[in-house]
């Protein structure tokens, strides 16, 4: 499959420093590659990855002083990523819900992992979004932190070690999962 891997823009993948999301696109990328997909990794310039990296800047974001608007740069990648959308399979977006409106415009196969637990905090603060995009596919990286808190499909939970191949779990392809 060719699958395009979406990435914050905060840590290089895999992080130097803090990053969960970052660390768990790499594993997850890294895997896919192994397996045999065509994989293409949007994410920062510093990123080291065995797929085909497409940098939407030239370096992670978190401590660049002088970035000055961290989102933008996300919004640039997005605009790269739909440019691109026909090159993939499927799209796996890492980036929380800024892709929604997007994505539901374009119509592309994609699925969302969420692994950050503020974001269901803050989907309260913008639930009129994330309704307009219920049927979007999603993944969790933890079984009940997101339950009954969104109307979004989620389709499979996945657990943090999965994406641990140190411990000898390998990641294998979802079937099941509710794509479109």
């Known amino acids: 499959m060719k699958i395009a891997q979406v ?5 290089s993948v895999p992080p130097k420093l803090y ?13 896919l590659v192994e397996m045999g997909h065509e994989v293409t990794l949007f994410a920062s310039g510093d990123s080291e990855t065995a797929a085909r990296l497409i940098p939407a800047c030239p370096s992670s974001l978190r401590l660049d002083k002088g970035c000055i608007d961290q989102l933008a740069h996300h919004y640039v990648m997005l605009e790269d990523v739909m440019e691109r959308a026909k090159e993939f399979d499927i799209i796996h ?6 892709h929604f409106p997007l994505s539901k415009i374009t119509g592309f ?6 692994t950050d637990a503020w974001i269901f905090r803050t ?5 009129e979004s994330i309704e307009k995009c219920p049927s979007s596919p999603s993944v969790t990286a933890s079984g009940n932190r997101c339950a009954g808190q969104t109307g ?9 070690s999965v994406f641990r191949p140190a411990m000898g779990v390998k990641v294998s392809c979802v079937s099941g999962a509710n794509l479109p």
């Open 152 to 160: 979004l499909a989620m389709s499979i939970t996945v657990y943090p």
């Open 7 to 11: 990435a914050p823009l905060y840590e």
């Open 123 to 127: 989907w309260f603060l913008c639930i």
């Open 93 to 98: 977006f890492h980036v929380d819900y800024l």
């Open 109 to 114: 196969p994609h699925v969302t992992t969420f």
């Open 19 to 31: 990053g969960g999301t970052e660390r768990v696109v790499s594993y997850l990328t890294e895997e």
